[in-house]
């Protein structure tokens, strides 16, 4: 939970330093409100609740980590810009767009297409 708090934040404090797009720190903070409102929703149902990471989700997340790492990286180190040059971090925006909709499809009994 804490790691997921950190991963939030950071995704938050990017959008407002104007690293990423605001569109991408939403769509990755929607996906784990609503993962969260739904477990705390059949908790409520069932009175219990037995939650394992789907393969997706973990993709997902480590997807989020290297770029949350990259783009520390490229703002502490400038001499290498070309680690996230324009084709790398669209590839980035989009995977981490497509991961956190998908995952959070996914984790809802949905499926996802891509």
Request: net charge positive.
């Amino acid at each position: 939970m804490a790691d997921k708090l950190m991963l939030l934040s950071a995704f938050v404090a990017f959008a407002v330093l104007g690293w990423i797009p605001w569109w991408l720190a939403a769509i990755v903070v929607a996906r784990d409100v609503i993962l969260l409102i739904g477990a705390v929703s059949y908790h409520m149902v069932t009175r219990q609740l037995k939650m394992e990471p789907l393969q997706i989700s973990k993709i997902n997340t480590f997807a989020q980590i290297i770029l949350a790492v990259s783009l520390i990286y490229t703002q502490v180190n400038p001499m290498h810009p070309q680690l996230l040059n324009a084709d790398g971090y669209c590839s980035m925006y989009y995977s981490g767009k497509w991961g956190a909709l998908c995952s959070g499809m996914v984790q809802t009994g949905g499926t996802c297409c891509t």
